[in-house]
């Protein structure tokens, strides 16, 4: 396939669509010449890695990230080295699929302390780093809406995602390149400090992610919307992800009811057109 | 009436409880040994604020805090001004009550230009702070949860909030020590740079309300749950902001549908259980 007219940095998360399985989704990209996906981890139950990355391959697309690794923390230290062990799995899966980026939600507060919590999940991102570069897989810190901070993600600002993947880039010379920050502008948005944060992040963006903020916001995990139906300034954010030297893929990942419902080549196609509309530079 | 032991700095804001009106809610905290009241405006129609006044001061109570002024932003002068005008009431009817902040809630995104839109909530503190000065009423700049930057207040944490109580006070002398920041555990919480915010606030903090953050967010806007209930470290919060020279009233602000069904001095005996029991230092 060759991707459309401007789509050349285009990735459909897979979050964005429903009612077929990475298969059709995959097809549907090649037929609306989006050339990357970025499939979530449960699509590989039906379709394993391997036969998933043979047809990304054969039509001609690449994989952007894979979602999600993550989740460290955990009341108790066997619970804490499951986790670990689940990101292990992400880790070969990323790497059987040739994902670039593994994105990590890195998991919510335990027992009341937000404080240790954020503590435990610098230290397991720490220990599976090591891991991820020998496999060639880069870890994604992806700081949540501080609305997650309790049951998804301690990590709720770039700046704090970038300190910490600086903290452990410097602890482990092994793992330095290998841990850096993913911008999903649903997240991050609204921060006074973003365009300062976006500086200090130069050099370790992993990924950047689109959609819309949307009000009233119908609901806090499927509440997404469409590029252009929100109130979020998606070029001005665009452009300053590309000025600290990020020219890699633009995820669209959007979770919202309306869209599942709607057929995929539909989604899509709306999608392709506010790409061009509110994220790419105006057409002259 | 005589504060119950331990409750001396304890007030009700009023979104608490439903089922009576501010006079009822005046004699419910005075049957629970609760000193401070923090009405909302709304409830002023129905008891004028003189009234109100004079009931608040017959029970032996005083106002901590009334809520609220603000949204500064609108699309156009003329709903600006409208916006400023109002505030000027509401600074009136903090005087008449004796309320000596009026919290206020900034106004959320317009034109999808959130840095034009915070340009504007600085410039309205600035253009009716002198105003609240001569009437002896504090502003209180309360920074919203980033949840609500798009459509109630583009002011999301208290770093930016204090910023820009110093910035206006530095800016207009007649004002200095007019404007401070109120810190609501709801809306910082989740803050990494919330000890340091709190540092520098030093000085200007003019209140301090307390809920929790229950999960899963039964809704955006009225999930605030009871002290106790959620994630939130509550007495750690509250020494950090003790430790910073702010010994005024402590504000319970909860919006949730359960405590609204509830009677309002069942409400009232929970939340002084609770207040002693997780905000308060531990019983000797």
């Not at 910490?164 to 999903?184: E, K, L, N, S, Y």
């Not at 995820?251 to 709306?270: M, N, R, S, Y």
Request: hydrophobic fraction near 45%.
């Amino acid at each position: 396939m060759k991707p459309g007219a401007g789509l050349e940095r285009l990735s459909l998360n897979t979050a964005t669509v429903r009612g077929t399985d990475l298969l059709g989704m995959v097809d549907a990209c090649a037929r609306a010449g989006i050339p990357w996906i970025a499939p979530w981890r449960h699509l590989l139950q039906e379709v394993p890695a391997e036969r998933a990355a043979r047809a990304i391959r054969d039509a001609g697309m690449r994989v952007s990230s894979l979602c999600r690794g993550g989740f460290f923390t955990a009341p108790t230290e066997a619970e804490r080295q499951e986790r670990l062990e689940d990101n292990r799995r992400a880790i070969d899966e990323a790497a059987t699929l040739g994902a670039e980026v593994l994105v990590l939600v890195c998991g919510g507060v335990v027992d009341k302390d937000i404080r240790g919590s954020r503590q435990m999940v610098e230290a397991g991102i720490a220990v599976v780093g090591p891991y991820a570069a020998e496999r060639g897989v880069k870890l994604g810190i992806e700081p949540l809406h501080p609305m997650f901070a309790a049951d998804r993600s301690v990590v709720n600002t770039l700046r704090q995602a970038n300190d910490m993947a600086v903290r452990i880039g410097d602890a482990d010379a092994g793992g330095t390149g290998t841990v850096g920050v993913v911008v999903d502008v649903y997240h991050v948005w609204w921060d006074p400090d973003l365009e300062d944060a976006i500086e200090a992040s130069r050099g370790r963006v992993l990924g950047f992610h689109v959609n819309d903020w949307i009000v009233p916001l119908p609901d806090v995990l499927e509440g997404r919307g469409m590029m252009g139906d929100g109130h979020i300034e998606l070029r001005r954010l665009r452009r300053a992800v590309d000025a600290v030297g990020y020219d890699g893929p633009i995820e669209v990942e959007i979770f919202h009811q309306g869209w599942w419902a709607k057929p995929v080549d539909e989604v899509l196609a709306t999608m392709v057109k506010r790409y061009r509309e509110v994220v790419l530079e105006p057409a002259t």
